[in-house]
């Protein structure tokens, strides 16, 4: 079983549109959780992160999180072609020797301008 | 440059030979993190280290890989006799800490090629 499970995609959505990605994990345990944004060829870019239930904004970015459902979301309002890239969510369980992040597959996103 | 810096950027090794991979984390951050991508699949845990100590090695293939990161200079991946199915992106990231509200930062990897 997947600890962490995204749509491949591709997700493609028009310029100035919202992009709605999502993320399941199956560790009820997991305390932290991170969306980071790859570029192909490139490593991984830290975009948000979110340890409590709810929401949280950053400019054009919302996190979401709902920890009774093991749901994590992003939202990019506005979406750019600049946005088009491959978006990983990530999750650790924290405490003792545990500092490792578990990533799923990732979403491919683009942006048609 | 504050970032996590890697090197070599990019490394062709023969099957058989030696990889060794450095990492120097973000200034002030004192754990690092090993990732592999393999090409087409998500990037997956190796090991973590503090200086002198390996704290979580159980994503490390119990053979042919090591990680160090000694108190003076950058973490080190070492991999012997590389095979083929070596080749992949390898990412070393930083944090201050662990757990609680601390993000790990990545380096711009290494990718190791096996002919």
């Known amino acids: 079983q997947k600890e962490v499970e995204q749509n491949s995609g591709p997700l493609s959505v028009p310029e100035g549109a919202i992009a709605s990605l999502n993320c399941t994990y199956s560790?009820?345990?997991?305390?932290?959780f991170f969306w980071y944004r790859q570029y192909s060829g490139k490593s991984p870019e830290l975009i948000m992160s979110i340890y409590s239930n709810g929401d949280k904004e950053d400019g054009r970015f919302t996190a979401q999180l709902n920890k009774a459902s093991q749901y994590v979301s992003l939202l990019i309002r506005d979406s750019q072609p600049s946005d088009s890239a491959t978006y990983l969510c990530a999750v650790r369980r924290d405490g003792g020797s545990q500092g490792n992040l578990i990533f799923g597959k990732g979403t491919k996103l683009s942006v048609k301008p | 440059n504050a970032g996590v810096m890697q090197n070599p950027r990019h490394l062709v090794r023969r099957r058989g030979q030696e990889a060794r991979l450095r990492c120097s984390p973000m200034k002030g951050h004192s754990h690092v993190y090993w990732y592999r991508q393999l090409p087409e699949e998500g990037l997956k845990f190796m090991v973590y280290l503090q200086k002198e100590n390996i704290i979580d090695e159980s994503g490390m293939p119990k053979e042919r890989f090591s990680a160090e990161f000694p108190k003076e200079g950058p973490s080190i991946l070492r991999i012997q006799q590389v095979v083929r199915g070596d080749s992949a992106a390898y990412f070393c990231?930083?944090?201050?800490?662990?757990?609680?509200?601390?993000?790990?930062?990545f380096g711009p990897g290494t990718r190791l090629t096996v002919t």
């Open positions: 990231a930083s944090s201050p800490r662990t757990g609680g509200a601390y993000e790990q930062y």
């Open positions: 560790d009820r345990g997991s305390q932290s």
